[in-house]
Structure formats: C-alpha cells, structure tokens
C-alpha cells in the first residue's frame, strides 16, 4: 500500500515537473481594418503568451505601443486619441481550449478558445477558432477573431469614421516553445 | 486512516497544480514581461512641430512630408478699416520632411521682409520610462533665413552676408501628463547686419511654452519669449522691441493639424518674432494668425525598415 502510495505521489510529481507550458516573447498579432476610404493595418511582433496544455488554457498580453502602422501619425493617433495607451498600456486575453486534444503528440489540431479580453479599460468575452500545430521543437498556434471597438469603448470621432472600420480584424500567431524555468 | 491520509497528501499535490495553472497564467505573463521591460518612448508631447511661433520638440516621421501653410495679420487695432488686420497679412509656405524618425529638415519662404528660410532639426533625448528611463526630451534646431527685401539704400555697398540671420536653440520639453507638457527653449539669434552701434549682433533669448490638452483633439498652448533688456536698443519701425507672448490653439483632423493663435508678434519665424516684434499686447496690438498643416506620406516607414533589416542580414551572411 505505502509502496503504491509513493508511486503515485512520485508520479504525480514528475508530471508536474514535465513541460506542459510552452510560451513566446514575439508572438505575432495583426489588426486590420477595412474602410471605404483606407485600409488599415498594424502589426506587433512583441506579443508574450503562454500555452499550457495541460490545463489547455491560454494566455497573452499584447503592448499597445508596440503595434505599428504604416503611417506614423496613425500610430500617434492610435495610442494618444484611440486606446490612450499611457492608461492602458496592454491588452490582455485569458482563455481556454474548448476540445479535448491531446496536445503531446504530433500533429494539427482544429482548436476553439473562449475567453476574456481585456482592453481600453473593458473586459469582454470572445470565442476564436484557429489551429495549432504541435512538433517536435514546439507548437504554432494561429487564430482570427474580430472586436467591435464601441464594445471596448474606443471611441472614433465623426471626421474619420469614412477611414476607420467599426469591427476590425484581429489575427493571432504564436510560435510557442517549451517554457524553462 | 491510512487511506485518508493518502488521500490528502494526493490532494495536496493536485490542487495546487490544477488552481495555480488556471488563473496564475496572467500573472506569470506579468513576470515574463517584467523580465523583458521595453523602452516606454513619451509619444505626441506637442501636437505638431510648432508649439506657436516656435518650434517644438516633435519631428516628422520617417518618409513623412508636413506641408505647412501658416498665416498671420495685421494689428487687431487697425480697426473695421484695415478689417482688424485681416487686410495685411502675412504669409509663409513651408515644407518639412522626416529623414529618420529623429532628423527633420525644412524650407519655407515668408512674404514679411521676403524671406526665405531652411532648418535642421535633430531629436537628441527622448523622454522615456521603462528598461531606460530619460526624464527629459532634448532637440536641437538650427535655421538660417535670407532677407531678399530690396536694399532700403541701394547706392552704397551691400553684401550677400547682411541678408543672413541664424538660430540656434536647444529645446527642452517634458510631457508630465497625458494632458500637460513644458518646454524651455535657450535660443541664440545671430544677425549679420544690425540697425545702430549699440544693437548686438548676436541676441539671446529664452522661450518658455506650455499646452494643456483639452480633450483628444484640441489642445491650448502658450508660449513666451523673454529677451533680456539691453541686447536690441534700436526702434523696429519706429516702436521699442518687446518680448513675443502668443495663446493659441490646436485643432486637430485626421491628418491635419489646425492652429490659430493671437500674438503680438508679426513675423513667423524665429529672427522675425524674437527679435523684431514690437506689439503691445495691453495697447491691443495684437495679430491673429492661424496655419494649416497636411501630412503625406511619401513612403512606408515600416517596409523600409524591413529592407535595411534584410540588407544588414545579407551583409553579415556575405561577411562569415
């Protein structure tokens, strides 16, 4: 009994001790946003997320200064006028993995997250389908979703609500490697 | 007991494990970031590149053109007859273009004095936080302006070099809050050729601007220019030189920045208004002014990047 006892504890304990969490530091998210009279594009490269499959919850904190546009007065306008990014310098989203994958072995996964974005101040939910292909040397998750801005109170005055879209585009991808300690 | 007991060593091993990876990944993400800090640059400390007659600590972004079209009239006391100044104005086109992100240069040309003018400008600080902390942001600006007005005696000798007349200015700035910024501009004026003996060729002066935004798109800016006494002692037609003090504000469109101020200053750029206004502001002698300006972007900045990125890589690969 003790001996069986053991096993398990010890067993239990390997597993924790395994790497079940991967993580980047320059994930890769991109908004876009389609208007009658110009399309917009940002594109940030310094997204931290973590994935652990174990839990098959995920997430990832976005800075919003570090997204970047093609025109640099956009970029003024996005962080000063939009998402006042001195206030609320990252978004940040909490979620978790709605199928039962195993995602120790090999091989791409069709995977839906639902879970809580938190930006501008305003906290909502989403879902978002995406894919994740596990490796050997790590696992590539990539996603789309689309935020409504009035849902996170970001606010776009009338002289250019012809160049910026209501709902944008957001799309995730992640280069996820196994976390060291 | 025993197995109780075992059941609650098994507990102790699972439940931690279980609750701290749901919740805790935001905040192991908090600690990863902390590992990781990035240089936090204070964006937009002034609205565009002028904080009124002066300019500001703020260039134009790379491969960004600002066409500036600034306008300034007559004496609000000229009354109904000169339509309070409107009748008399003063005009001054100019082209800015960002060369990097911290190195603008600029030309323009004003009808006062018919004068045309060129400027390098060079973001030295930047006022940050995070993995490195800058209190302050620190630019340098040099122009020249070439007075093309008709000689008022042309029978005797005059030289090229008496039209010229240069600046020199550090400008210091500090963005305190979302809504309120400072700058303190030590400014040196060399002219060339002066009126009378006991003028000095080369004027000092301090410039002292503030603007507090009131909301998103509108800001309120003020600005001082404070010439110690004894530096200019000649009449500038006719009246004592004074110090330059101008309220304005910052209206601002999409790609637009609307200005419109009242000064007692008539000139525009930084030898007319630091050392030739002559207005008194309590005697109502005060001009309304007001510039448009209009940013192009004449190629994107991040694609560029890219391709130096690109070509440094190449140049490292052909190297090893």
Redesign the interface.
């Known amino acids: ?1 003790k001996k069986t ?1 053991l096993a ?2 010890i067993l ?2 390997s597993i ?1 001790a395994q790497a ?1 969490k991967f ?1 980047t ?1 320059s994930g890769f998210i991109r908004f876009f946003s389609e208007a009658p009279l110009e399309n917009i594009e940002a ?1 940030n490269r ?1 997204v ?3 994935l ?1 499959i ?2 098959k ?5 976005v ?1 919003m ?2 997204f ?6 956009m ?3 996005f ?3 939009y998402v ?4 609320y ?1 990252n978004a ?1 989203f ?1 979620g978790k993995i709605q199928e039962n994958l195993d995602l120790n072995k090999p091989g791409t996964y069709a995977a839906t997250v639902v879970g809580e974005l938190d930006m501008h101040g305003v906290k909502k939910n989403y879902t978002g389908k995406g894919t994740l292909v596990v490796s050997e040397s790590g696992i590539k998750g990539t996603c789309k979703f689309k935020i409504t801005l009035a849902d996170h109170n970001i606010e776009i ?1 009338s ?2 609500k012809d ?1 910026i879209a209501p709902v944008v585009e957001v799309t995730v991808d992640m280069d996820y490697k196994p976390m060291t300690k | 007991m025993r197995r109780i007991v075992a059941a609650l060593i098994l507990a102790a091993f699972w439940l931690p494990m279980a609750s701290f990876a749901q919740d805790d990944l935001l905040s192991e993400l908090d600690q990863m970031e902390k590992k990781e800090e990035k240089i936090d640059f204070a964006s937009a400390t002034f609205k565009t590149t002028r904080l009124i007659n002066g300019h500001s600590i703020e260039t134009n972004g790379e491969g960004v053109l600002l066409f500036l079209i600034s306008h300034r009239f007559g004496r609000l006391t000229g009354g109904p007859y000169e339509y309070f100044g409107l009748d008399n104005a003063n005009i001054r086109f100019g082209f800015e273009y960002g060369v990097t992100d911290r190195f603008d240069i600029g030309i323009g040309r004003s009808s006062f004095e018919k004068t045309y003018d060129g400027y390098l400008k060079y973001k030295l600080l930047r006022q940050s936080k995070g993995k490195r902390k800058m209190p302050l942001s620190v630019t340098l600006f040099t122009s020249i302006a070439i007075k093309t007005l008709k000689w008022p005696d042309e029978t005797r000798e005059n030289y090229f070099s008496s039209r010229l007349f240069y600046t020199y200015q550090i400008l210091i700035a500090r963005k305190f809050s979302d809504r309120f910024s400072l700058q303190l501009t030590p400014t040196i004026v060399h002219r060339n050729l002066v009126a009378a003996k006991n003028d000095r060729n080369t004027v000092f002066a301090l410039m002292a601007g503030g603007r507090a935004k009131l909301t998103g798109s509108l800001a309120l800016n003020l600005e001082y220019c404070w010439v110690p006494r004894g530096q200019i002692n000649s009449l500038y037609n006719g009246e004592q030189v004074q110090d330059a003090l101008s309220i304005g504000l910052d209206i601002e469109t999409g790609g637009h920045v609307f200005q419109v101020y009242f000064s007692n200053s008539r000139g525009i750029i930084e030898k007319a208004f630091l050392t030739e206004t002559n207005g008194l502001w309590w005697k109502g002698d005060v001009h309304f002014g007001f510039s448009i300006s209009r940013v192009f972007t004449v190629y994107d900045r991040n694609k560029a990047a890219q391709k130096r990125q690109e070509k440094r890589l190449k140049r490292q690969v052909m190297k090893s």
Not at chain 1, 57 to 61: C, D, Q, T, V
Not at chain 1, 84 to 87: E, G, L
């Open positions: 009994m006892l398990i504890a239990t304990v924790t079940q993580s530091r594109n310094q931290t997320s973590i652990d174990g839990t919850s995920m997430a990832f904190s800075l200064k570090s970047e546009f093609e025109k640099a007065l970029q003024e306008h962080n000063e006028k006042h990014s001195d206030k310098p940040k909490n005055p002289p250019v160049k």
